[in-house]
């Protein structure tokens, strides 16, 4: 579904991604995980189309997307749940859910995605008026991702999504991406929960100073003896 | 709900009567001074809400609205010299110019943000009134003379209060729609996080030219009007920095995120300024208008509709009713 062939990203001559490549199959949940600095969240940019490669390809559903601004790769249904839980803070809860359906196609279907939110996460049926600045830091996180599911995503990508959170919203956090998985959403996560990713996905990749040094099984990694002391301190 | 509809109703009706009154006004044979006094109110809110498009939903500030206004007014002026066509004919393409240089301008400078697009959008005006300063077909730094209407001073005023009255409220209520439309909650979604709003498919540098190319449109036809109403153009005197400032402020005064803030802050700020030098003095004047914005600022930096609105919802709040 999602190929990333050979990327090359940098920033001001330094390089941030060498060379990556991965590929998502249809629903599939890949992570890639990995200590800070290691160009996650520029990977996922980078497929987002807010920074263009320097060289390399990107191709989702057999069409090549990394020369299309960021909203023509939206409107392909490829969706980034953006890092720290950006929301529009000063809008209200259900502002936030119809700015994710902006696009025509998804506008057509919204009654249908807000039932399937307020399914996911009925708290937001309850305060569709209130501020998304004055929810919880969870909440906030599950906003966000609700806005990205009225996208109608064909692949839904998530930029750690439980950052500062704490641990009962990262297990709930986890749980939702589990309930989604099942609904059959293709999913690319990007994630410093090392173990909780690799348990959750079908495959993941190991990225570390914009390289990829390891990609398996999430099982298999997961039992990696160097993943072990690297990243679980094992 | 039936109160509801009662409240719109009721709200409509409100809006309507107002507006007749305002029309009627002139017929009252009220003192000239009134007349250019609401004039200059009008046009102020036309300014800032046409500011506003760009300013205050996307949050990206420019100081070149003056030069969109001034396009306008020269061509009206250029129109009516060398061809001798009347300025409510060509208004129209005086905004149709401005919309054209905003979209020449607005494609290389809204790529900026933040304080980048903010000095170049005052450097456009700057360099538009060296332009018209040294050329010579508009007049250079003499400037140039429309012919006045051939009516008596009264009647000249009554029309130019009721065309400003009209492009204001026309302008108002476009703005208004566009806030409410779905190009609206783009623009304000750019405000909020232009790469969020990015992620979600919204085209942010089409959305942001089309508000930039609109709101220049609108000063445009109005800059127009204003010149034939004071019946010359000149560069120092049309494409008076201040004036582009004047309209940031009033509508930071009443608040940009809303249509609301900008009428308001148009009409309190140029009745106040006009009514204090007229009846107490201009150095007086000076002082309470630059009091008045410092303590907006400090106490109510979203404005003041937005600090009224907040009232509003505590009070709400306190009496135990829920605002959900």
Same mark, same amino acid.
């Given at each position: ?14 390089p941030?991604l ?8 249809e ?7 990995? #200590? ?19 060289s390399?390809t990107?191709?989702f559903?057999g ?33 936030n859910l119809?700015?994710g359906? =902006?696009?025509?196609?998804a506008?057509k279907?919204?009654?249908q995605? *807000? ?5 996911l996460f009925?708290?937001?049926?309850e305060?569709?008026k209130?501020? #998304? #600045?004055l ?12 806005r ?7 692949l839904?990508?998530l ?12 297990d ?14 293709t ?5 410093q929960?090392?173990? $909780?990713?690799?348990e959750?996905?079908? $495959?993941a +990749?190991?990225?570390?100073?914009g ?19 690297a990243?679980?301190?094992? | ?10 709200? =409509? ?6 507006m007749?009154m305002?029309?009627?006004f002139?017929?009252?044979?009220p ?8 004039f ?7 300014l800032?809400?046409?500011? !506003? ?6 949050? +990206? ?7 969109f206004?001034?396009?306008?007014? +020269?061509?009206?002026a250029?129109?009516m !010299? ?8 060509t208004?129209?393409?005086g905004?149709f110019?401005?919309?054209?240089? #905003?979209?020449l301008?607005?494609?290389p400078v ?12 005052l450097l456009?005006?700057?360099?538009m009134?060296?332009?018209?300063? !040294?050329?010579?077909?508009v007049?250079?730094?003499?400037? *140039? ?10 009647? !000249?005023?009554?029309i ?19 806030e409410?439309?779905k ?10 996080d232009e790469?969020?709003a990015?992620?979600?498919g ?20 109005i800059?127009?009007?204003y010149? +034939? ?14 004036t ?5 402020l ?11 803030g ?7 700020l140029?009745?106040?300024?006009q009514l ?27 404005g003041?509709i ?11 709040? $306190? ?6």
């Open positions: 579904m999602l190929k990333v062939n050979k990327l090359y990203v940098e920033y001001d001559g330094v941030a060498r060379d990556i490549s991965l590929i998502v199959n629903k599939e949940i890949v992570s890639v995980v990995g #200590a800070n600095g290691g160009g996650k969240t520029t990977l996922l940019r980078t497929i987002s189309g807010l920074i263009k490669p320097t390399g990107i191709e559903m069409e090549e997307i990394h020369t299309l601004s960021p909203h023509e790769i939206c409107m392909r249904r490829l969706i980034q749940v953006p890092e720290g839980r950006q929301l529009f803070p000063k809008m209200k809860v259900i502002d119809k700015m359906a =902006y696009l025509p196609e506008r279907n919204l009654p995605s *807000l039932e399937r939110v307020y399914k009925p708290i937001f049926k305060r569709t209130q501020k #998304a #600045a929810l919880s830091g969870g909440e906030q996180q599950m906003l966000a991702i609700s990205a599911l009225m996208s109608m995503p064909k839904l990508m930029d750690e999504p439980s950052e500062g959170l704490s641990p009962l919203f990262t709930n956090v986890f749980e939702t991406l589990k309930i989604l998985k099942e609904q059959g959403m999913i690319l996560l990007v994630s929960e090392v173990e $909780r990713s690799l959750l996905s079908d $495959r +990749y190991v990225l570390e100073n390289q990829i040094i390891m990609e398996g099984k999430g099982g298999e990694l997961l039992c990696n003896d160097k993943v072990r002391e990243y679980l301190g094992m | 709900m039936r109160d509801k509809t009662n409240g719109r109703y009721m709200k =409509y009706g409100l809006f309507l009567i107002v007749f305002l029309f009627v002139p017929v009252l044979k003192p000239l001074f009134f007349l250019s006094l609401l200059t109110a009008y046009m102020y809110v036309a800032a809400e046409s500011w !506003n498009l760009m300013g205050g939903y996307t949050g +990206y500030i420019s100081l070149g609205h003056i030069a206004f001034s396009t306008g007014a +020269y061509t009206t250029v129109f !010299n060398r061809f001798g066509v009347s300025p409510f004919a208004a129209l393409l905004g110019f401005a919309a054209v240089l #905003a979209a301008v607005g494609y809204l790529r900026l943000k933040g304080a980048y697009f903010t000095i170049s959008s456009l005006a700057v360099v009134q060296l332009i018209f300063m !040294n050329w010579d077909f007049g250079s730094s003499v400037g *140039l003379w429309y012919k006045l209407l051939p009516v008596s001073i009264e009647i !000249n005023r009554m130019f209060y009721e065309v400003m009255l009209f492009l204001a409220t026309a302008i108002t209520l476009i703005v208004r729609w566009v409410k439309s190009f609206g909650a783009g623009l304000i979604a750019i405000r909020e790469d969020v990015k992620t979600m919204i085209n942010s540098p089409w959305l942001k030219m089309k508000a930039f190319i609109l709101g220049a449109f609108f000063a445009g036809v800059g127009g009007v010149g +034939y109403y004071i019946a010359y153009v000149h560069p120092e005197v049309t494409f008076n920095i201040n582009s400032l004047l309209i940031l009033m509508s930071f005064f009443g608040g940009c995120r809303t249509w609301v900008p009428l308001f802050g148009a009409i309190v140029s009745l106040v300024n204090i030098v007229t009846f107490i003095g201009a150095e007086i004047s000076r002082i309470l208008y630059g009091m008045l914005l410092v303590v907006v600022i400090i106490f109510m930096p979203d003041v937005h600090y009224i609105r907040g009232l509003f919802v505590h009070r709400k709040i $306190r009496h135990g009713d829920s605002i959900l």
